[in-house]
């Protein structure tokens, strides 16, 4: 692979976490709930493609499909807080916890691993997986900002003011948190396709740290776009997450030569700093249960 390629999928691979700061935005700064179902829904989502396609799905239907089980995973977790009364930390591990046990069953199929690059949507150049990723993730946050500014999008924003609130306006709470868990992981799913996609990999701990970098991604793109407007918030983490994982992988394979194993823990400092020299910190840990 020349040094253009290399660099034309780093931006692709960005592009593909894209979702993934979009969907912690909307559970976290739209819904207030610390959902960390969508670490599972990255790799669901990744692992599903990836072995429907090995098995000659067509490439279109196994990502809408994948997607569909993401949203699903998103399901499970607003139910169990809407019916049994869980915290959102307690009902995302639970369901993170169900969801990983699906994949490590998965490690079979996953030994076909060596003819996935054959079975995706075809030995794709990187250009064309960067104009694949792009285009799929503009056209996704375009339909989430019409989402959140519409009517059901101010009743996500007022169930994240309060539950007590949005019941005494008539919303109905249920709904509200069944599809925008739902939305939320659908989105981190979305982002486990496109990078299978580009990779042509699917390991089981493909998720892992997507909770953070998502996390890290929002408090970014506010420091870059200072603004509160729903625009405003999604754009600065679109390209927060291009940043950020331009940068991880910049210094994971092509700086210091750490590893991807290294890449939670590059996370995690960043979020550390990014709250320490943040103001209004308390919206972190809120929570709307």
Do not use: H
Not at 75 to 100: D, E, K, P
Not at 160 to 176: A, D, K, Q, T
Not at 225 to 231: G, L, Q, V
Request: aromatic share 10%; net charge positive.
């Amino acid at each position: 692979m020349s040094i253009m390629d290399s660099i034309l999928n780093v931006f692709a691979l960005g592009l593909a976490f894209a979702p993934v700061g979009l969907s912690v935005l909307l559970s976290k700064k739209i819904l207030k709930i610390s959902d960390l179902t969508c670490e599972a829904s990255f790799g669901l989502g990744g692992c599903s493609y990836g072995i429907m396609v090995i098995f000659g799905i067509n490439p279109l239907f196994a990502m809408i499909l994948s997607m569909m089980f993401g949203y699903i995973s998103g399901l499970m977790t607003s139910s169990m807080m809407s019916y049994i009364r869980f915290n959102s930390l307690v009902a995302s591990m639970i369901t993170a916890g169900i969801i990983q046990t699906i994949l490590l069953k998965s490690n079979s199929i996953r030994g076909l691993n060596v003819w996935v690059q054959n079975s995706l949507l075809g030995q794709m150049s990187a250009i064309n997986n960067l104009l694949l990723s792009g285009f799929i993730v503009l056209i996704i946050t375009f339909l989430l900002f019409r989402i959140i500014n519409s009517e059901y999008g101010l009743g996500m924003r007022i169930f994240g003011s309060g539950r007590i609130v949005s019941e005494s306006l008539g919303i109905n709470s249920i709904n509200v948190l069944n599809s925008g868990l739902g939305i939320s992981n659908m989105l981190s799913a979305l982002g486990g396709i496109l990078t299978v996609q580009i990779t042509g990999e699917f390991p089981i701990g493909i998720g892992n740290g997507c909770f953070i970098f998502g996390l890290a991604s929002m408090m970014l793109g506010e420091k870059i776009t200072k603004s509160d407007s729903i625009k405003s918030i999604l754009i600065g983490c679109f390209f927060s997450s291009i940043i950020m994982q331009c940068v991880i992988k910049f210094i994971t394979y092509y700086g210091y030569d750490l590893g991807e194993e290294y890449r939670s823990i590059i996370l995690a400092v960043t979020l550390i700093f990014l709250v320490a020299f943040k103001k209004g910190n308390q919206e972190l840990t809120k929570e709307n249960v």
